[in-house]
């Protein structure tokens, strides 16, 4: 498993999204999947940034790990901020029109609609959001 810990800053995305890619590209990952681990990997990194340790700082852990027969590509965030299951919440209306729904939620739906399996849960005073994806 490879591991890479940065500050919760979004200015350590670009970072991230290199490990990840070079990852994924190790993994024999195509650039549709690349592209859409990316969009979830920013989406959960960035509310992380935004709302895990405000005010204050704190790090984020992130673990790849690829494995298995088909390949699975695993991706973990770890977290010491406010506990939070971001999968708690109900999924956005998106019958509805923009001006109708509420503000937030689409990202999370993206997330768990593009990959494979996602996971949450907060042990050891951690958040641990998983998110998996088989390599087509």
Known sequence: MKKLTVDASTENL???LEFIDAELEAAGADMKMIFQVDLAVEEIYTNIAHYAY???DGKVIIQFDAYGD???VEIQFIDCGKPFNPLNNPDPDITLT????????????MVKKTMDEVDYRFEEN???????????
Request: hydrophobic fraction near 40%.
């Open 54 to 56: 405000a005010p204050d």
């Open 126 to 136: 951690k958040n641990i959001l998983t998110i998996k994806k088989y390599v087509s």
């Open 14 to 16: 670009s970072r991230i």
């Open 70 to 72: 088909p390949l699975l």
């Open 98 to 109: 923009a001006e109708e729904r509420q503000i937030g939620g689409l990202g999370v739906l």
